[in-house]
């Protein structure tokens, strides 16, 4: 059954001071992200309005534009993971994926029309594309067995630390340059240098990872050489992330419900401050218990947010519901990764997670495009309720699809 599949998360070194134990290269992977998240984050939470308020964008194509950016990430992670593999070097993918990223970061605050954001988000997320799964791979490369929940928390707790700093830092600059959007886009650029700089000297590829390309051959026949189990997980992923939608609609509901626009970004550190100190306890939790249990919880807190955010009248009502968002991603984004590792061969880490990054980015293009028509069509509230209801049926099938091991 589905809940045995998911419940082999059990380990003895379970401890509140595991963080203590993973080597130094899975706190410099979590730097890294962190620095990149904080300038990815600073764009990610203006880019909405400037979309919306300087260059006219519809919420249809700002819909369409987060799903493709994030779909293009999602099928570039299937080859950079593959070919991870096949070479056995995982860090040049990864140092060549953050570069790319942190080149982009001048083009937004140059953008003239949407043309150059959506050309500027696409790249980025190339780049993101590109070092994804090598740096997860890297990750399970890394981190003992028995500490790779841990280790994923970790990594996913350092990249929300930034996700809520980037935010906080475009509050700060925002008031500080006087709503200047432009300007404020600018400061972007230092973190994302600073996380390419991190990778490059602090980071060392593990001899496992060196030596495994002996192994492989990069065709498709390596697809059958993954579980049952890894291809429930693949759609488990699937399924999280049509029950959520890009973060964007987070922010333009912050802006529906009256916030004034120096002040939207902080939507997203409410949920990343959550996010962040949930996530590593959760990831070590998961090295211990029922993961089924722990996914479960997070689709029951997700549908508490999209309801609490379908019926926000206040901004006080949307911080609260941008919280419970926050929660629901430390409960289950660290755990999809360690399940992912813990269900596929070693020599085919890249290649498997991969495969689970293109499933889920296809299925957030798909959520993104429809939770962009539905706020135009029937308004933010529709959106979200569309979200609860997906997350509805995707705790219930946790409940009851049942499959032989």
Not at 299 to 328: E, K, N, Q, R, T
Request: aromatic letters at 12%; one cysteine or more.
């Amino acid at each position: 059954m589905i809940s045995s599949l998911l419940s082999n998360s059990e380990s003895p070194n379970f401890a509140k001071k595991a963080y203590r134990k993973l080597p130094r290269g899975i706190w410099m992977l979590g730097l890294v992200s962190m620095f990149m998240d904080t300038s990815s984050e600073l764009v990610h939470s203006l880019l909405p309005i400037f979309m919306t308020t300087v260059l006219g964008a519809s919420m249809v194509t700002i819909g369409i534009i987060e799903g493709f950016a994030e779909g293009a990430a999602a099928i570039t992670k299937v080859f950079s993971g593959a070919i991870s593999d096949y070479f056995g070097k995982r860090k040049f993918l990864a140092v060549f994926g953050y570069a790319l990223s942190a080149v982009t970061k001048p083009i937004f605050p140059l953008a003239t029309t949407i043309g150059w954001v959506f050309g500027a988000r696409f790249i980025d997320r190339i780049g993101k594309g590109i070092r994804g799964a090598p740096r997860d791979a890297l990750v399970a490369d890394i981190a003992p067995s028995q500490l790779r929940g841990a280790a994923f928390g970790l990594r996913q707790a350092l990249d929300s630390v930034g996700a809520f700093v980037g935010p906080l830092l475009a509050v700060a600059f925002m008031f500080w340059f006087a709503n200047n959007i432009k300007g404020v886009l600018w400061v972007a650029v230092v973190p994302a240098f600073i996380a390419v700089f991190l990778l490059v000297i602090g980071v060392r590829e593990p001899e496992s990872s060196e030596n495994a390309g002996a192994k492989n051959h990069l065709t498709l026949t390596d697809a059958k050489r993954l579980s049952l189990r890894y291809w429930l997980i693949v759609t488990l992923g699937a399924v999280f992330t049509l029950a959520r939608f890009s973060e964007a609609f987070l922010i333009l509901r912050a802006q529906d419900v009256g916030i004034a626009i120096g002040y939207v970004p902080a939507i997203m550190i409410v949920m990343n401050i959550v996010y962040s100190g949930f996530a590593y306890p959760a990831g070590a939790a998961s090295d211990k218990f029922s993961a089924r249990t722990l996914l479960v919880s997070g689709l029951i807190i997700l549908i508490a947010a999209d309801i609490v955010l379908a019926s926000a009248a206040s901004s006080l009502i949307v911080f609260c519901g941008a919280a419970l968002w926050g929660l629901h991603m430390a409960l289950t984004q660290g755990l999809l990764s360690k399940l992912v590792a813990d269900n596929a061969p070693a020599e085919l880490y890249g290649t498997a997670f991969g495969i689970f990054n293109l499933v889920s980015g296809i299925a957030l293009l798909l959520a993104s495009a429809i939770a962009g028509s539905l706020w135009s069509a029937f308004g933010p509230s529709a959106t979200f309720i569309a979200g609860a209801s997906f997350a509805a049926l995707a705790a219930m099938g946790l409940f009851l699809f049942r499959v032989k091991k």
